[in-house]
């Protein structure tokens, strides 16, 4: 009896530690710079899906977990004083992206990071229009967040 006891706590033991291994193991594939490189494709690649107005942009980035507070204050700021500054001009540009016209997606041309930031650059896959937009992240929590990106970044 006691030896059935003791196999029972041990495979328990034993079960707990190898889910302890794997969610360590799923946390450090998550601070990796090719994660990094995903979300901001995927922070990109759902903007450039849903283009639209000062305010919508703000609303929708304000919405996306893939941020930062930093990056949504900076945004609506960045917008907001273009808009009372011009208000029918407003910005001009699309800052998330630094330009105007962009192509339908993008897709990771390089990233490298270190002690929890990556920089990441974007190239549109359509290779008639072939541009780059650079997103910096930050790693909070254990996943990466934009924090910059297009005329976002400070150089």
Same mark, same amino acid.
């Given at each position: 009896?006691?030896?059935? +006891?003791?196999?029972?706590?041990?495979?328990?033991?034993? $079960?707990?530690? =190898?889910?302890?291994?794997?969610a360590a193991n799923l946390r450090a594939e998550n601070t990796d710079e090719a994660?990094? !490189?995903?979300?901001?494709?995927?922070?990109?690649?759902?903007?450039?899906?849903? $283009?639209?107005?000062?305010?919508?942009?703000?609303?929708?980035? @304000? #919405?996306?977990?893939?941020?930062?507070?930093r990056y949504k204050q900076a945004l609506a700021k960045l917008y907001r004083d273009a808009l009372k500054e011009?208000? @029918? +001009? &407003?910005? !001009? #540009?699309?800052?998330?992206? &630094?330009?105007?016209?962009?192509?339908?997606?993008?897709?990771?041309?390089? =990233?490298?990071?270190?002690? !929890? %930031? #990556? =920089?990441?650059? $974007?190239? &549109?896959?359509?290779?008639?229009?072939? +541009? @780059?937009?650079?997103?910096?992240?930050?790693?909070?929590? !254990? %996943?990466? $967040?934009?924090?910059? =990106?297009?005329?976002?970044?400070?150089?």
């Amino acid at each position: 009896k006691i030896a059935e +006891m003791t196999a029972s706590v041990c495979s328990r033991v034993l $079960l707990v530690c =190898s889910a302890l291994l794997f969610a360590a193991n799923l946390r450090a594939e998550n601070t990796d710079e090719a994660a990094a !490189g995903k979300v901001a494709a995927d922070f990109i690649n759902a903007h450039v899906a849903e $283009l639209g107005g000062y305010e919508e942009t703000i609303a929708r980035v @304000e #919405a996306s977990p893939l941020v930062t507070e930093r990056y949504k204050q900076a945004l609506a700021k960045l917008y907001r004083d273009a808009l009372k500054e011009d208000p @029918e +001009m &407003g910005y !001009g #540009a699309d800052a998330v992206i &630094g330009g105007q016209d962009c192509p339908d997606s993008f897709r990771v041309k390089s =990233s490298a990071g270190d002690d !929890g %930031r #990556a =920089s990441v650059v $974007l190239i &549109g896959e359509d290779p008639a229009f072939p +541009m @780059e937009v650079k997103v910096n992240l930050v790693l909070e929590d !254990g %996943r990466w $967040l934009v924090d910059a =990106s297009g005329d976002l970044i400070e150089d």
